[in-house]
């Protein structure tokens, strides 16, 4: 006679094949999105090298590596990938929220400064023209001697 909510007992392949799920993937995985990662920041920095003219497209190209780098990262060794539907739930609202944050911040620094009141504009800070320095800032400031030397 058998018992009808008796627990199964568990086999060696069925045990191999819940350990197999459970981690999503063996350590071969593992160590490609490793060697990826080692090519996108030898990408990231052979395109910092070779772009140091062009900031324009230097640092685009390094964002968009970097941001390859975190997917993968993300992806497989925060397990993501092997993960259901919820994922979606928590990113995409997440995602939206963060692109309407920059959608609505950028106006405001950018027009920030047309309501300046006369003392304001006076004291805000202004770029830098000409060489004052070398390419690391300006040149540091000395100050004049407290008392004047005799004449």
């Known amino acids: 006679m058998s018992v009808p909510n008796a627990?199964?007992?568990a086999?060696?392949?069925?045990?191999?094949?819940?350990?197999?799920?459970?981690?999503?993937?063996?350590?071969?995985t593992f160590l490609f999105v490793f060697g990826g990662l080692l090519l996108l920041t030898a990408c990231s920095y052979l395109t910092f090298r070779l772009a140091?003219?062009?900031?324009?497209?230097?640092?685009?190209?390094?964002?968009?590596i970097s941001c390859v780098k975190a997917l993968l990262v993300i992806s497989f060794f925060?397990?993501?990938i092997w993960e259901t539907?919820?994922?979606?739930?928590?990113?995409?609202?997440?995602?939206?929220?963060?692109?309407?944050?920059?959608?609505?911040?950028?106006?405001?620094?950018?027009?920030?400064?047309?309501?300046?009141s006369e003392e304001r504009l006076r004291n805000a800070a202004r770029p830098r023209v000409g060489n004052a320095g070398d390419e690391h800032g300006p040149a540091p400031h000395r100050p004049r001697p407290a008392v004047d030397p005799p004449r």
Do not use: C, N
């Open 7 to 9: 627990p199964h007992a």
């Open 11 to 28: 086999t060696p392949s069925s045990d191999a094949h819940a350990e197999r799920s459970h981690s999503g993937a063996g350590l071969r």
């Open 52 to 64: 140091a003219d062009a900031p324009a497209i230097r640092w685009p190209l390094m964002m968009a």
């Open 78 to 80: 925060m397990h993501l």
């Open 85 to 116: 539907r919820w994922k979606y739930v928590l990113t995409i609202p997440a995602s939206i929220m963060s692109l309407l944050l920059i959608a609505l911040l950028i106006p405001d620094i950018g027009l920030r400064s047309r309501k300046y």
